[in-house]
């Protein structure tokens, strides 16, 4: 009897010990699968976020790079508030500004002019999508000339938002053009321009320089005040020439009285100047 009791109370014993055994390593089993589950999720939300990035970096390659408006104000800095909106305008909405040049034998659209040149610098500054640079040259013709023929209604084919216009100074000198004529083609031709764009911006600058003019350079301080009068912009790269009659003048100009790659160059770094901040 005794040994049957021992028996029992053994099966008892031995049975708790295994179900013991079980259940701790139940409880094992389930904390080690609570500690595995964080690390699942983390490496769902690794691949969200490696994924989200992926689809920016493809946004960002996709979509074209925009000139941040604080560089934009500092190379706008030098120019007419007008300009300065129209130019952050253009920047947001991805339409070029309609940018005319226009001018006399003194402004070519040839290589290595600084027409070529200043177009350059307005691309390597602003990027490719702000100025649509058109440049027209009326050759050696005056303003009188080029006010009977109208053929400045080129530039309002353009539908210009900007125009920098050289008004044949040099030939109006060598024809002797009276300036108060010269004065009132240059108000048709900008109010032609007006009519077609009324909020264009309007930027007069004289020819070259001439060595050893006398009249020329009166007849292009005429040309400033006349500027100042109409309140329109007007730039004066004379600033980086020699004088009329400082002989290095000769080193700016061909044997036609034209610029050559010097003087070119001199005119667009005072373009590039006002153009760009500096």
């Known amino acids: 009897m005794k040994r049957f009791i021992y028996t029992i109370v053994l099966l008892v014993c031995v049975g708790s010990i295994v179900a013991g055994n079980i259940h701790w390593n139940n409880k094992l089993s389930a904390q080690a699968e609570m500690l595995r589950e964080p690390v699942k ?152 321009w007006k009519v077609v764009n009324p909020e ?13 003019a006398t009249y020329y350079p009166k007849q292009i301080d005429d040309l400033k005040v006349f500027a100042e009068e109409q309140n329109i912009a007007y730039l004066n790269h004379w600033e980086k020439w020699p004088v009329a009659k400082d002989e290095k003048l000769k080193n700016y100009l061909t044997a036609e009285s034209l610029p050559n790659d010097r003087g070119h160059k001199v005119w667009v770094e005072y373009l590039s100047q006002y153009f760009t901040g500096n």
């Open 41 to 192: 999720t983390n490496t769902v939300e690794e691949k969200n976020t490696e994924e989200a990035l992926s689809k920016e970096e493809v946004e960002k390659v996709a979509k074209p790079e925009e000139k941040p408006e604080t560089s934009l104000s500092t190379y706008t800095k030098n120019l007419p508030k007008t300009l300065q909106d129209k130019i952050i305008a253009s920047s947001k909405s991805g339409k070029p500004l309609q940018f005319v040049i226009y001018g006399s034998e003194s402004t070519p659209d040839e290589k290595g002019t600084w027409p070529e040149l200043f177009k350059k610098k307005l691309v390597d500054t602003y990027g490719e999508d702000i100025f649509n640079v058109t440049v027209i040259s009326e050759g050696h013709k005056t303003s009188i000339d080029v006010n009977r023929a109208n053929s400045y209604e080129k530039v309002s084919e353009v539908k210009p938002d900007i125009v920098l216009f050289e008004p044949f100074t040099i030939s109006d000198n060598t024809k002797k053009i009276a300036m108060k004529n010269r004065f009132d083609s240059i108000r048709k031709m900008i109010g032609s």
């Open 200 to 212: 264009v911006t309007i930027f007069l600058q004289p020819g070259n320089p001439l060595y050893g």
